[in-house]
């Protein structure tokens, strides 16, 4: 009798590239060449917020979309030369994408974040090939605890959502997964454990997480 398939729908940003540091780093040097100065502090409380959200916060909420969408674009452009300049994969990651691949799990990506930068970090891990779907903010009109993205992702790689597990760094991640239907482990990092209380499985490195373990993990699943 054949298994029934599974699969791992990734976060990004805090799953598979370390990116706090660079994401802080290019909101301080944008701010500054608009003669703003914003501090590692500001930029720590502005935590789950999306890119608009922050702008507004600090550029104000008087601009034109065309404005928020240019600052948006140059935040992320500085982002990007960032992270190319010195890539900072999360530790375990590459081993976990190829010994999950390799084990028949269908593997996907669900990311609010840009095309450019998702494509960016897949390239840099050098797993592209690996991933049967890639989700980004793209193809989302509603973003997380709304459980659209990891919808999409389940529909383009034909596995049921309860077939399904989503690995988080945010608790709004955990709440998408969650409401898609999905099993969910969390991956503490910048928010603390006991806020991620609600995922399924909560480790503190991808080096504890292996395919026996998630295929035991979908299978006690309700």
Same mark, same amino acid.
């Given at each position: 009798m054949p298994v029934p398939a599974r699969a791992v729908v990734f976060d990004v940003d $805090?799953? @598979?590239v370390d990116s706090y540091d660079a994401h802080m780093r290019s909101w301080l040097l944008m701010g500054?060449?608009?003669g703003l100065a914003i501090t590692e502090e500001e930029f720590a409380s502005t935590f789950g917020q999306t890119?608009?959200?922050i702008i507004a916060r600090f550029w104000g909420s008087e601009l034109s979309p065309q404005d928020v969408e240019a600052l948006d674009a140059r935040k992320e452009a500085i982002y990007r030369d @960032?992270? *190319?300049e010195r890539f900072p994969a999360m530790d375990g990651a590459v081993e976990l994408i190829d010994a999950l691949a390799d084990a028949g799990f269908r593997l996907a990506v669900g990311s609010s974040g840009p095309p450019a930068n998702v494509e960016l970090t897949l390239d *840099? @891990? $050098?797993r592209a090939s690996r991933f049967t779907a890639v989700v980004t903010g793209r193809d989302v009109t509603r973003g997380k605890p709304d459980p659209q993205v990891f919808q999409i992702a389940a529909e383009r790689l *034909?596995?049921?959502p309860a077939r399904c597990i989503v690995v988080e760094d945010a608790p709004v991640g955990i709440v998408a997964a969650r409401a898609a239907g999905m099993a969910s482990v969390a991956l503490v990092g910048?928010? =603390?454990a006991d806020r991620l209380a609600a995922a399924d499985l909560v480790v503190r490195s991808l080096r504890e997480l292996d395919a026996g373990q998630l =295929?035991? @993990?979908l299978d006690r699943a309700p």
């Open positions: $805090g799953v @598979l500054r060449e608009h890119s608009r959200e @960032l992270i *190319r *840099r @891990l $050098g *034909r596995v049921p910048t928010v =603390a =295929a035991a @993990l």
